[in-house]
Nanobody, 121 residues
């Protein structure tokens, strides 16, 4: 059974930092690209970043230069380091597994439960 469990969210002041983690199990973690997406209540889902099994990364323009996605294939864990946080980064952040093994894919098939990030003074 595929499981994705996020942690690390919380309340942070503008300009601050947070590191999110996503513990994965139930599949060959290193074979799949992994993603972070976020959602604000009342708004649509926004894709944030992706990393393939080899460590190549892509980012949404809204977070480029501030967020860093990484993974530890030995620990089956995905990370998102978020720096210079802004109030508009406030959202529920969720990790998601790409449906097809290999490189990035727009098709995602498993999602975690999400972790709340609130950026406010």
């Amino acid at each position: 059974e595929v499981q994705l469990v996020e942690s690390g969210g919380g309340l942070v002041q503008p300009g601050g930092s947070l590191r999110l983690s996503c513990a994965a199990s139930g599949f060959t973690f290193s074979s799949y690209a992994m993603n972070w997406v976020r959602q604000v209540p009342g708004k649509g889902l926004e894709w944030v970043s992706a990393i393939n099994g080899g460590g190549n990364t892509v980012y949404a323009d809204s977070v480029k230069g501030r967020f860093t996605i990484s993974r530890d294939n030995a620990k089956n864990t995905l990370y998102l380091q978020m720096n210079s946080l802004k109030p508009e980064d406030t959202a529920v952040y969720t990790c998601a597994k790409s449906k097809i093994p290999g490189d990035y894919s727009v098709a995602l098939d498993y999602w975690g439960q999400g972790t709340q990030v609130t950026v406010s003074s």
